[in-house]
T-cell receptor, first 116, second 111 residues
């Protein structure tokens, strides 16, 4: 079974530039998540999709971050314009339908973003 | 507002001994708890979970204990192996949604 695919693996940009990350979840997983992991901290949920609808985006900085999941499969996360504090690993995860809603997440390897 | 806290940034254990990783939470609505393991340059991988209706769950060398009254859970690894060296994240969710992670504990298992 193929895992969660993410690209690019690394990205270095200057502040005020824009950047986009791509994620393809495990086939059949309806729920897709984007997490931000700053060095020394745990992953923080940015946005959660159920199929192509947004379930939770309460911690997404909407003035600069946007995400979409067209057709309920793959997803893109965009930052425009980037700030120095956006330097982090951006993790995509997906989860299968679970009885009772208990979610076990399958993560991709992440995109390491450095904003200079 | 840290709802899931892992107060030990790192832990060093001798091979063959027990590793105990601790986690505290503040939100009484959390009813599902998980541990994830992360190697460098990889995403976290699921290790073991426990529902709030239980106080213990075991899977091979890994056991998770839940103390609801103390809002505390722990992961025991027995015996510890060098391949267990990784960062371990405690995570919790209310009603099975919106998983919240702790900051992680880096485990070193010395051969």
């Amino acid at each position: 079974e193929a895992g969660v695919a993410q690209s690019p693996r690394y990205k270095i940009i200057e502040k005020r530039q824009s950047v986009a990350f791509w994620c393809n979840p495990i086939s059949g997983h309806a729920t897709l998540y984007w997490y931000q992991q700053i060095l020394g901290q745990g992953p923080k949920l940015l946005i959660q999709f159920q199929n192509n609808g947004v379930v939770d985006d309460s911690q997404l900085p909407k003035d600069r971050f946007s995400a979409e999941r067209l057709k309920g499969v793959d997803s893109t996360l965009k930052i425009q314009p980037a700030k120095l504090e956006d330097s982090a690993v951006y993790l995509c995860a997906s989860s299968p339908p679970q009885a009772g809603g208990n979610e076990k997440l399958f993560f991709g390897s992440g995109t390491q973003l450095s904003v200079l | 507002d840290q709802q899931v806290k892992q107060n030990s940034p790192s832990l060093s254990v001798q091979e063959g001994r027990i590793s105990i990783l601790n986690c505290d939470y503040t939100n009484s609505m959390f009813d599902y708890f998980l541990w994830y393991k992360k190697y460098p340059a990889e995403g976290p991988t699921f290790l073991i979970s426990i529902s709030s209706i239980k106080d213990k769950n075991e899977d091979g060398r890994f056991t998770v204990f839940l103390n609801k009254s103390a809002k505390h859970l722990s992961l025991h690894i027995v015996p510890s192996q060098p391949g267990d060296s990784a960062v371990y994240f405690c995570a919790a969710s209310p009603g099975g949604f919106k998983t919240i992670f702790g900051a992680g504990t880096r485990l070193f298992v010395k051969a």
